[in-house]
């Protein structure tokens, strides 16, 4: 069962995301908050696998409560949601540690399938920022990144290029004709050798290393 804390401070929306988390036989919402000090004694409290925070809420907001939540002892995995595709919000979230970062507008499903990736270690980015956020995140090349890379087998940074390209496991599976189940075992590799908490981190890490500067798609 994975645990949901919801913050949102509008109740009504909350109440829409609870009949959706709650319909669902493996996820069960623990409880809500209304703003980014609610959410982090909630979370104290609870211990939830995944935060479904939203942005812009009055007091803390919701990137700060998620950068405190994410350098917690043991943290959860957090989902941001917002009303506005904006370049900005969804690089602040994914730089405060976020998994993941969704349109409040996206189906049931696609939200529903959200929370469930970022508990098992994937990224989520809203299709319509994924390669403006990438690109965004692109620094100058980091030495430490590619001493981090260079650790890596062939097959696992041709892995690591498909996922910094915005690939999903089953696109990486078919890109480089190997198993869905072998993917995964690259992608946990990496990220152990990365020493990256999750998918979004190694992403970065490749990002900052030129792994997938050129042949993009």
Known sequence: MIGVLLVEDQALVRAGFRMVVD??????????????????????????????????????????????LTTARNPPKVLVLTTYDLDDYAVAAVRAGASGFLLK????????????????????????????LLDRLAPPIDPAARRLVATLTGRERDVLTEMARGSSNAEIAVALDIGAGTVKTH?????????ARDRVRAVIIAHEAGLARSGRR
Do not use: C, N, W, Y
């Not at 996206?106 to 319509?128: C, I, K, M, N, T």
């Open 23 to 68: 319909s669902q036989p493996d996820l069960r919402v623990l409880g809500e908050a209304a703003d980014g000090a609610a959410a982090l004694a909630a979370a104290g409290r609870l211990t939830p696998d995944v935060v479904v925070m939203d942005v812009r809420m009055p007091g803390m907001d919701g990137i700060e409560a998620t950068r405190r």
């Open 105 to 132: 507008e996206a189906p049931a499903e696609v939200f529903l399938s959200a929370v469930r990736s970022v508990h098992a270690g994937d990224a989520v980015l809203a299709a319509s920022t994924t390669r403006r």
């Open 187 to 195: 992608v946990r590799h990496i990220l152990t050798k990365l020493s």
